[in-house]
Structures are given as C-alpha cells and as structure tokens.
C-alpha cells in the first residue's frame, strides 16, 4: 500500500502545483484587464479595506499561534521567535 | 540711410536680445518651478505616531500538555505594548515596537508539581496535575523589541524595509531579522511583495523535575542524599513503595537550536471601485528543537509510576484527584526539521459607506502530516464618522500531527510522540468584535500629541476538546502635532 500511497502523493502534488500555477496565471491576466484611476479609489482607499490585519489583531494572532499548528499566510508571524507551534 | 538701417538694427538686436534673455530667465525659473513640484510629494508619514496597546488573555481546559495531555490549563497573560513610527524624512520611516507578555500558568508550574508539599523534604507529597503548584515556570515574563526601517520611492511604486528584533523569557531567547520588497504597477491596482525572515532561537531547557534528577544521579536517584527524590516514596498503580521507575528513555538535548526561516509572497490586486484581494503564500522551513522539554509523554507499554496518596490513583485522570501524581515515562520527542506552507486568501468588498465585508480563508499544509483550514469574517459597522462597531467571527480546523497520542496512549517504540493537544485533531470557533472611535482632527491633546483613535476588542475562543479562552484587547494611538 505504501507505493500507492507514494503515487496518490505524487498526483497530489503534481495537482497542488497545477492549480497554483492556473490560480498565478488567472492573477496575472486579472492585473492586465483592470486598472481603477487613483480619482476613483475613494472607497478603496478606505481604512477597512486595507488588506493588512489590524493591528489591535496582533494579540489574536500571538495566543492563536500557541494554541492551534497553523500559522502565517497573513501578512504576519510565520513561526519562530517564540516557544510555539 | 545706412546709418539709419543699422540704428534699426541695432534696436531689433536689443529687442530680441532682451526677449531671448527674458525668456530664458522666465523658462528657467519655470524649470525651478518644474523642479520644486516634483520634488514635493506626499510624506510617507506625517508626523510621529505612538500606540499604547495592551491586552488580557484567560484560558481554561483539562488536556495540560506539561502532565502529558491532562490537567489544569489555566493560564493567564497580561501584554502592554509600545509602538512608535518615526519619520524620518519623506521616504522613510523608522519603527521601534517593544513590548512584554507577563503570564501566570497553572500547566508550567507543574514541570515541579511538588514545590508546594516540598517532596524533597519528606513530608506529604501532594502534587496533581489539576492543582497548581509554585515551580519556577509557574509564571514569566517574555520581553519582546522590535525595529524596523522603511523606504519609499519617490514615485511611491517601489517600497523596501528591514527589521530586527529580540525577544527572551525564563527558559527562550530568539533573535530575528528579516527584508520585504513591495512592487505596484498598473497605475497602483497591482502589488506583489518578497519578504523574507530568519529566526534564531535557543531553548534553556526546564525538563520535568523527576526526569531530571535521574538525568543528574542515574539510577540512584532516589537513594542519593543530594537528589530532590531522596527518601520519597514512589508508588506502583497498585499503591506498593518501589524503587524500580526509571525515566531510562531520557536522553540529553544534543541541541537546543531552533532556527526557522521563512519566505512570503504577496499578490494585491484592485478588481472595481469597491472590491480587491490579495493572495500570500509563505514557505517555513524549521529546524532544530522543535519540541517543548517541559512536556511529559506517558507510555501504554510501560509500568505507571506515582508520588502521593495510592488511594486518588483510580481517580487520576479526574479534577478531582489533587493528591497523586503520575511520573513521567520520557518528555516530548519531535523531528528536528518541519516545513510549513500556508496559503491564504484576503478579499474585502465596500458595500455602502455603513458597511464593508471582510473575509479572509487560509489552507496549511505540512510535513508532520497537518491539513488545516482558516475562515475569518468581520463587518465594520460605521454609525457616523466616528463611532464604528465590527462583529468578527473565526473558525479553524486542523488534523493531528502524525505523533499525537492521548495521555498514556504512546508506544515506546516510537521514536516521536507528543501529546500536546495544541497538535491534536480539533477544530474552534472565535466570536467577538471591535468597537473603535476615530478623531481625525485629533482634538483631544495630551502634550504635544492628538489622541486620533481608541479601540476595544473582545473574542471568545472556544474548542471542541473543552479549551476555552477570551481575550481584551486595548490601544491608543496618538499622533504628534
């Protein structure tokens, strides 16, 4: 069972890295279709669009980083610097 | 009339002398006025800002991971935070974020769960993992300062920054650095940004106590004049006095290392008026000592030893049992090398000047066998110009890692094994919410300094293995006249 397993892993993969290169193909080609004028990015601009976390977030995110395995992909900790998962 | 022709001339010759010259002074101090326009642009950051923040965390739960995965987990921490952003001119901004977290853990403290009966001494040893004792770790103080320095392009489509920063408490120290570089282009509907950071910490390590007298006097350890254990009387699970526990699986750290490094990249993308996303994917690579050496593994294939009153034994695994306690067979035992990769996707979409939505979702992958979703919404509510209230909700969901046991449930064949239910299979649900006042005039003076914001937060955390927590969060922010 374990070379099936090793094969399933493989697809796996080879899917995962399919998938990421369609996701930063269609990024891309978004990028090329849409430009919003600086004139026009009044509601972009807007504090709560931000796409950062608050920063009152970071205590949230420390406790998180203790508790659960998971971490990063938000722009903050990724793991290390403390004695946490 | 030739002399005539040439007074003509001559005056022609002034004229147009005194046109070129005009003309050149009058398109140069255009130039300079050309110049001056372009080099004044927007400052990076206006002024001096200062935020005081500060928050209290509570946590409840029965799986302590130091009495290998039962036991009291209540802890509490206190964390007041300083952060001041500098400008130092146009382009750049300096940032120096210092802070503490004080904490007091019932679940530390038990790496000597005899400290209040004093085993040592002879007397009655009552130590349990559902009473906290007052060992060493019990409560510490974690220091954390951070700098950072950021730059801006003139243009303001090109941003780089560095940062650097320590942080130590009783039993950890780290020091870290890192580098971001942030790209904008298609009239600044378009960012991608690299970072990069290096962690570089060092565990002091505090193994449980009995664990470490025998590592001190090896087998003698009991009858050894010097050793913690002297005279006290170890119990079988049938209540008779032995001298045969052994945490013989115990072998000394051959490093203490723990170096993380990661890399970041970040994809913004503006798609309307009202609506944009950004995808980050981060690669972490971490080696070293990856485990905590202050948590007790228990092995279903080995003989349970205790300290205490024979007749809780029954009871162990009950709150109820504050009497007896279950020495340990070895402490955590983790790979020395993980690989972590987070993929996570933000979108915000501005729906009417009352409301905005939110959302965010990250998938984790790594190589100690963790799947693990992330799903956050939040919705600022803005009542008027001031006064904005945002309910946030959280859920997240992550399998075991490939060495989770329960208490008492590992084979001492394998070679890792954990039963940290911070890496068990689990799931939790987050509510709470924000609630925030904004003065953009920063009327309201203390010194020199405007106080422009004021927020409040509050979460519930709850998991479906019994721990709970919440959380307050304060902050100011002030901004220098």
């Known amino acids: 069972m374990l070379w099936a397993e090793s094969i399933l892993l493989r697809i796996l993969k080879l899917k995962m890295i399919k998938q990421l290169f369609l996701l930063l193909t269609l990024l891309f080609l978004v990028q090329g279709c849409i430009a919003v004028k600086e004139y026009n990015k009044i509601y972009i601009n807007d504090t709560d669009m931000q796409l950062a976390s608050p920063g009152m977030e970071r205590f949230e995110t420390n406790f998180q980083i203790y508790r659960e395995t998971a971490a990063g992909a938000n722009g903050g900790k990724t793991g290390g610097g403390c004695g946490c998962n | ?481």
């Open chain 2, 1 to 481: 009339m030739v002399v005539k022709q040439e007074a003509v001339v001559g005056v022609i010759n002034k004229v147009l002398l005194t046109f070129c010259l005009g003309f050149f002074f009058v398109a140069k101090a255009q130039v300079k006025n050309a110049d001056s326009l372009l080099t004044y642009r927007k400052k990076v950051l206006e002024s001096v800002e200062i935020d005081f923040l500060t928050s209290y965390y509570d946590q409840s739960g029965s799986h302590a991971a130091v009495t290998g995965g039962i036991g009291n987990e209540d802890l509490q921490d206190f964390s007041p935070t300083i952060i001041v952003r500098y400008p130092l001119n146009q382009d750049d901004v300096l940032t120096a974020d210092i802070g503490i977290s004080a904490y007091t853990s019932a679940s530390s403290s038990n790496g000597n769960p005899f400290n209040k009966s004093g085993a040592s001494g002879g007397g009655s040893s009552e130590g349990s993992p559902w009473v906290a004792s007052t060992g060493a770790s019990s409560e510490d103080i974690l220091t954390s300062i951070n700098f950072s320095y950021a730059h801006a392009a003139e243009d303001r489509n090109k941003y780089w920054s560095v940062n650097l920063g320590t942080s130590f408490e009783y039993d950890y120290e780290s020091i870290g650095g890192g580098a971001s570089y942030t790209k904008l282009w298609n009239e600044k509907n378009t960012e991608l940004t690299f970072k990069g950071q290096i962690f570089l910490d060092k565990w002091k390590p505090i193994i449980p106590t009995e664990v470490h007298e025998y590592n001190l006097y090896g087998s003698n350890f009991q009858t050894n004049v010097k050793s913690y254990f002297y005279e006290v009387s170890v119990i079988d699970k049938e209540g008779i006095s032995t001298g045969n526990y052994m945490p013989s699986k115990f072998k000394d750290f051959t490093s203490v290392n723990r170096n993380s490094y990661s890399g970041s990249i970040s994809f913004s993308q503006i798609l309307s008026k009202r609506l944009q996303f950004s995808v980050f994917l981060d690669y972490v690579i971490q080696e070293g000592l990856l485990s905590n050496p202050l948590q007790r593994v228990y092995f279903k294939d080995f003989e349970n030893y205790y300290i205490g009153n024979k007749n809780a034994i029954a009871n162990y695994t009950s709150p109820d049992n504050t009497s007896v306690f279950h020495l340990a067979d070895d402490i955590e035992r983790l790979p020395s090398q993980r690989i972590k990769t987070p993929l996570g996707l933000r979108v915000n979409y501005y729906i009417n000047e009352v409301f905005v939505l939110r959302s965010y979702y990250r998938y984790y992958i790594d190589n100690w066998g963790v799947r693990s979703n992330t799903f956050q919404f939040e919705l600022p509510i803005r009542f008027n110009m001031k006064w904005k209230l945002t309910p946030i909700y959280r859920y997240y969901d992550q399998t075991a890692v490939d060495y989770f046991a329960h208490y008492d449930q590992h084979n001492s064949s394998s070679s890792y094994y954990t039963s940290d239910y911070d890496l068990s299979a689990f799931f939790s649900n987050q509510l709470g919410a924000s609630l925030t006042y904004t003065d953009v005039f920063s009327s309201l003076k203390v010194f020199d300094f405007g106080l422009k914001t004021v927020s409040l937060r509050f979460q519930n955390y709850k998991r479906n293995d019994g721990l709970s927590a919440f959380i307050i969060s304060a902050g100011l922010s002030f901004v220098l006249d």
